[in-house]
């Protein structure tokens, strides 16, 4: 059995084409308890994902948490599934065909565009396979998690290199940046914000929930806290609020260890005794709604808020498939496809995206 996948089919003089990877995190394929086990087993498998020594590890995992969670998450994932299916995975797709017409119209013929999800399914691998049965001897990774983590952005990189490790004839490969602090993704999280306000009014206080990770993690020199610390304030700045309007927050502990603070749950219990009766929530952390924005956010977070004296409580839902994200996305992947695209166009967008990158690493290094 060879060590290596087979290689498509060959045609001479076929053109090659631009894959494009678009990669969450994941889902179970259906809310069940059997069919979140073997989900739960890979994302928490994943040694970026639990650094705990491995075979430690191997007994918690097969011997307590896998025959205790999963009926728990399926419950979860029960509540605020949709008849099309998780919505991740739906979300995911519908961003995945918006930008391929986006896209598809300025560059007809030169890309495939098409997502993955890290754990689960579609697999990074199966996509990575679907993409040279296309000849696509170029491929572009964009990871849709706008902060980078090792959790995340480091374990999708882990799993392409260990796809093209089993590739015999490779694509040029090229991983798109973090854009926790991109131009394009502050100013459409803050549209969403203002167009929130403008139908509901504005609450007493705005709360920016991102997803947490081990303290540990910080301390050995992961960027997330400051990338994600970066975003609320760039996105108050956007915004017009003062430090005091909003506050920036980390949800999703799990275990006893000590994870970023201030913890959401926390803050959630303690902002009514600040005088916040109304309270406006957003995730800036996840770009499509998925179980930790519907289920922990808007349902277990406003059962949590009111219960300690809140009157009211919103959730601002992801920015999903909100125009002024797609345009904006698209135009962010279009300049990591710079000396690529074979056509002769360019967005004129793309030069303002390399303007303003310039103009912070120039700020950085003045600072220094």
Known sequence: MSRYYA???????????????????????????????????????DPRVVEIPRPIWWVILNGIILNIRPKKSAAKYA??????????????????????????????????????????????????LKFKAQNCQHLLVVPLYPQYAASTTASVFDEVSRVLQKTRFQPTLRM??????????????AQSVRDHWQ?????????????GVPKYTLDKGDPYFCHAQKTGRLLGEALALEKGEYTVAFQSR????????????????????????????IC???????????E?????????????????????????????????FSDFIEHELTGWLTNGKCNKNNNSLLEQRDMRFKSFFLQK
């Open 7 to 45: 290689e498509p089919q060959f045609e001479h003089r076929s053109p090659s084409r631009i894959g494009i990877l678009l990669v969450n995190l994941g889902s179970p394929d259906a809310p069940t308890a059997k069919a979140v086990r073997p989900y739960l087993k890979q994302f928490l498998s």
């Open 79 to 128: 509540s605020i599934w949709t008849k099309d299916g998780s919505p991740l995975r739906v979300w995911t797709d519908k961003l995945t065909k918006l930008v391929k017409g986006t896209l598809g119209d300025r560059y007809r013929g030169e890309i495939s565009v098409d997502y993955a999800m890290r754990y689960g399914n579609p697999s990074i691998e199966s996509q990575i």
């Open 176 to 189: 798109a940046p973090p854009f926790y602090d991109e131009d394009f993704y502050i100013q459409a999280l």
């Open 199 to 211: 139908i509901n009014g504005r609450a007493d206080h705005l709360l920016m929930s991102f997803h």
């Open 254 to 281: 799990f275990g006893k260890a000590e994870w970023l603070k201030p913890y959401t749950s926390e803050v959630l219990h303690k902002l009514p005794t600040q005088n916040v009766k109304t309270l406006d929530v």
């Open 284 to 294: 800036p952390g996840f770009v499509a709604d998925c179980l930790e924005t519907l």
């Open 296 to 328: 922990e956010i808007a349902l277990e977070g406003r059962d949590d808020f009111i219960a300690a004296g809140g009157r009211s409580y919103r959730y601002i839902s992801c920015l999903n498939d909100k125009s002024i994200w797609i345009s904006g």
